[in-house]
């Protein structure tokens, strides 16, 4: 959470710094932007429509989010380990089978504003997740390392896959801001469901009941890197 | 709360201490292989270490990418500089044929080189993209003479291990370590597209890093320093960038 949080306002400074996006390998003011932000830029070399310059805050910025970066990878591999070894994954993030149905998909979907209660994962919340942390940080990852010079160098596979360099930017852009509705809706859900009770469990991963067992406290190192988003 | 058992005390204990050990290790190591930056203090030295450390340990001799001819960017973006100096002025009138490429510090035979004498040492070329921090690019072909032929001509010592270049322009310096010195791609670059260098893109001469951000690429370069430590250069964070704020490793 300190990670993301971290990466998500240092990434928007940088983008601050350009506003334009583009698609193909290359991309400057000299050229036709797939979209741009309308926001001010730190630059006075982006036209932007604006009459002033933001501060720069790119120097920081980017020591920052390339720390972050590192102790985000670092936090999620050992996150993944812990969840293939203690089965995590596959016990509480896999779609029950009898639930891998668009069917039973949407009527998980509709029953989760009411809340039903249960300690388990509903599907939508498997998939999700299941989404989120096999899908959209992969991504997120293999989109910020190709937008590395060095990187690029060591393996030009990585960016020539994404379509070139301006590409590996946009998907990086767009794949974040995934990333900002996942965890918007998630906070979302959990203020609804009961803030901080939810959260106490997150963290010491034992059910919020007051009879539950002292046995329950072993476990909760395990799942401590649970929501760390 | 469960107060922590014994076993969970030493277990913790033990833990801690080989992740202090090993982290001691690994800053030994990492020091005794020069895979700490210039600028590896702070508070963003871990994560500035981890990045060069890991680059310089997997990508050493990595080529940058190179494109076809007709990937080359038909409006490339040459980016503002700062006011040229008077003495840049009085070179630019004359078509640059006094402007002299310094070459000192710890090497055995000093050399003071024209663009021609550049020019007539040897020639390279490479068609690269220049990326700029702030999220712009551009593909240029760039020609001209290896920063490590003008390295072996001066005579470069065993010990040193950086590589410091100047600006016409006093407050823009960088510093590259001896791998990007000593890459085929480094080039004191004297042509653009089949032309001589623009002054707008840093002519009559400037230092391409494909490797680095367009910010370790100096425009109008007069001065080369071999070096060992970079403890001496400014504040001792090895460039300007650092002191501006910036990382001095730019490959990210």
Redesign the interface.
């Given at each position: 959470m300190v990670c993301f949080s971290a990466l998500l306002i240092t990434g928007g400074e940088i983008v601050i710094s350009h506003t334009r996006f583009y698609w193909g390998e290359t991309g400057n003011v000299n050229m036709k932007p797939l979209f741009t932000i309308p926001i001010p830029s730190s630059r006075d070399t982006v036209p932007t429509g604006y009459g002033y310059v933001m501060p720069d805050q790119n120097g920081w910025s980017r020591y920052l989010h390339f720390e972050a970066a590192w102790l985000l990878v670092l936090t999620g591999v050992v996150y993944g380990i812990a969840g293939f070894w203690s089965g995590h994954f596959r016990k509480d993030l896999v779609p029950l089978q009898g639930e891998r149905t668009w069917r039973a998909w949407w009527r998980a979907f509709r029953g989760m504003k009411s809340g039903d209660g249960t300690r388990s994962y509903n599907v939508v919340q498997r998939t999700v997740y299941l989404g989120v942390i096999f899908v959209l940080f992969p991504l997120v990852i293999w989109t910020g390392l190709a937008l590395s010079p060095g990187f690029n160098a060591v393996f030009p596979l990585g960016v020539n896959l994404l379509g070139g360099r301006q590409s590996a930017r946009t998907l990086h852009f767009f794949i974040s801001d995934l990333l900002v509705v996942f965890l918007v809706v998630h906070i979302t859900m959990i203020a609804l469901n009961g803030f901080w009770s939810r959260t106490r469990e997150m963290i010491t991963g034992r059910a919020a009941q007051p009879a539950a067992p002292e046995v329950a406290t072993g476990l909760a190192a395990e799942f401590v890197s649970e929501e760390r988003v | 709360?469960?107060p922590i058992s014994r076993r969970k005390l030493i277990t913790g204990g033990v833990v801690t201490m080989t992740g202090m050990a090993g982290l001691a290790a690994a800053d030994r190591i990492a020091r005794r292989f020069g895979l700490i930056p210039p600028d590896g203090g702070g508070?963003?030295g871990?994560?500035?270490t981890?990045?060069y450390a890991a680059?310089r340990l997997?990508?050493k001799h990595?080529?940058?990418?190179e494109?076809p001819r007709g990937?080359v960017?038909k409006?490339?973006?040459m980016?503002?500089v700062a006011p040229l100096s008077e003495e840049f002025k009085r070179h630019q009138a004359v078509g640059f044929k006094d402007w002299r490429l310094v070459v000192d510090g710890m090497v055995t035979r000093p050399v003071s080189l024209s663009v021609v004498d550049l020019r007539a040492l040897a020639m390279g070329h490479q068609i690269t993209?220049v990326?700029?921090?702030?999220?712009?690019?551009?593909?240029a072909e760039w020609i001209g003479t290896p920063l490590s032929t003008v390295l072996s001509e001066a005579g470069t010592l065993p010990q040193v291990r950086y590589i410091v270049y100047r600006s016409i322009q006093s407050d823009w310096w960088e510093s590259i370590d001896m791998a990007d010195a000593l890459h085929p791609q480094t080039l004191l670059t004297w042509g653009m597209n089949d032309g001589d260098l623009p002054v707008g893109f840093g002519g009559p001469l400037r230092m391409r890093v494909?490797?680095?951000?367009g910010y370790k690429s100096v425009k109008y370069i007069t001065h080369l320093t071999a070096t060992d430590s970079l403890k001496r250069f400014g504040k001792g964070l090895g460039s300007a960038s650092p002191e501006?704020?910036?990382?001095w490793y730019?490959?990210?």
């Open positions: - | 709360m469960n508070v963003y871990p994560g500035e981890m990045t680059q997997i990508g990595a080529l940058a990418r494109f990937m960017s409006t490339p973006f980016n503002e993209e990326v700029c921090e702030e999220g712009w690019s551009y593909i494909p490797r680095q951000l501006g704020g910036y990382a730019a490959g990210i």
